[in-house]
Nanobody, 126 residues
Framework: HVQLVESGGGSVQAGGSLTLSCEVSGSADNLRYMAWFRQAPGKEREAVAAIYDRIVTKTYYADSVKGRFTISRDNDKHSLTLQMNTLVPEDTAMYYC???????????????????WGQGTQVTVS
């Protein structure tokens, strides 16, 4: 059974950086899609970045974070990272790690593509 645990959130000033990590317990080999989503107070959860990892690696980003955020995955597939640079107050949200445990091709930045979720880690930018 796959479990996801996020870490690395915190408070930072605008222009600063944070690195979020997501540790995967259980079998990670079939998790071809993994992603970061975020939810700000009063808003719906939205995709931030996703990664597809099978033979070739593909990354996908929301327009709002392109050029500032980088998603990556360790070779052993048990850790997902989101490097966040040049943070702005609009990045303030709870950030969630997500994974897809089923096979198949899906849109990578869509919430319903994922069936495993972490508990979230708070990021606050002031």
């Amino acid at each position: 059974h796959v479990q996801l645990v996020e870490s690395g959130g915190g408070s930072v000033q605008a222009g600063g950086s944070l690195t979020l990590s997501c540790e995967v317990s259980g079998s990670a080999d079939n998790l071809r899609y993994m992603a970061w989503f975020r939810q700000a107070p009063g808003k719906e959860r939205e995709a931030v970045a996703a990664i597809y990892d099978r033979i070739v690696t593909k990354t996908y980003y929301a327009d709002s974070v392109k050029g500032r955020f980088t998603i990556s995955r360790d070779n052993d597939k048990h850790s997902l990272t989101l490097q966040m640079n040049t943070l702005v107050p609009e990045d303030t949200a709870m950030y969630y790690c997500a994974a897809r445990s089923q096979l198949g091709v899906v849109p990578p930045l869509v919430e319903t593509s994922y069936d495993r979720w972490g508990q979230g880690t708070q990021v606050t930018v002031s």
